[in-house]
């Protein structure tokens, strides 16, 4: 069993649709990262949570430490959206980051 | 503020060379970590240097090595390329050199090995 598992690996929607992403981990964490990964391959970090909820845009992420669980939310979803959306988790005074699979999410106007 | 810069962004080698591969972080920031990602795999810890210094390495062989140097840039290295080295490489830096802070990435150098 992975210690990282996103759910679901693939995803379409429509265009405003809401979108959950979910992520699960066995490990014992300081922080979760969520990343977003367009064709191309260039990553860039949406939110780093280490309890609670942050939103920016349209965007919300939580996470609940008790049940080792993180959701990443896309509200009114666009086809500029889609994307690969990696959530990865940390531990300790390093960056020594364990990954998920990665979702792909596909927004279809 | 410029972002982290990945050079080169693509490379064709043969198999039994070698490759290295640079990352120039953000003005500031110490800790640059490198990651490994391929279709099978998906993304994957090599190793993290903060100050010069490699603090943590993940399960890769020895072939693949790294260094930082005192302007916090730092490259990495495989010798002895193998056909499922090929991968994109993709490099990360942060200012407070701990795992609860923000990564930056840069945009990966996409390694083909033939």
């Known amino acids: 069993k992975n210690e990282v598992e996103q759910s679901p690996q693939n995803l379409t929607a429509q265009e405003g649709e809401f979108i959950t992403i979910n992520c699960s981990y066995s490990v014992g964490i300081s922080a979760l990262h969520w990343l977003q990964q367009h064709p191309g391959g260039g990553i860039v970090s949406l939110f780093m949570l280490s309890s609670g909820k942050k939103k920016h845009g349209r965007l919300i992420a939580t996470i609940n430490i008790q049940e080792k669980h993180s959701s990443l939310h896309i509200t009114a979803s666009h086809p500029r959206d889609s994307a690969v959306y990696i959530c990865?988790?940390?531990?300790?005074?390093?960056?020594?980051?364990?990954f998920g699979k990665g979702t792909l999410l596909t927004v279809n106007p | 503020k410029a972002g982290v810069t990945q050079t080169p962004r693509y490379l064709i080698k043969t198999r039994g060379q070698q490759v290295t591969l640079s990352c120039s972080p953000i003005?500031?920031?110490?800790?640059v970590s490198w990651y490994q990602q391929t279709p099978g795999q998906g993304l994957q810890f090599l190793f993290e240097y903060f100050s010069e210094t490699q603090r943590n390495k993940g399960n890769f062989p020895g072939r693949f090595s790294g260094r930082q140097f005192s302007n916090s840039r730092s490259e990495m290295n495989v010798s002895t390329l193998e056909l499922g080295d090929s991968a994109l490489y993709l490099c990360?830096?942060?200012?407070?050199?701990?795992?609860?802070?923000?990564?930056?990435f840069g945009q990966g150098t996409r390694l083909t090995v033939v």
């Open positions: 990360a830096s942060n200012n407070l050199g701990g795992g609860n802070t923000e990564a930056f």
């Open positions: 003005s500031g920031h110490r800790s």
């Open positions: 990865a988790v940390g531990g300790g005074s390093n960056y020594k980051l364990t």
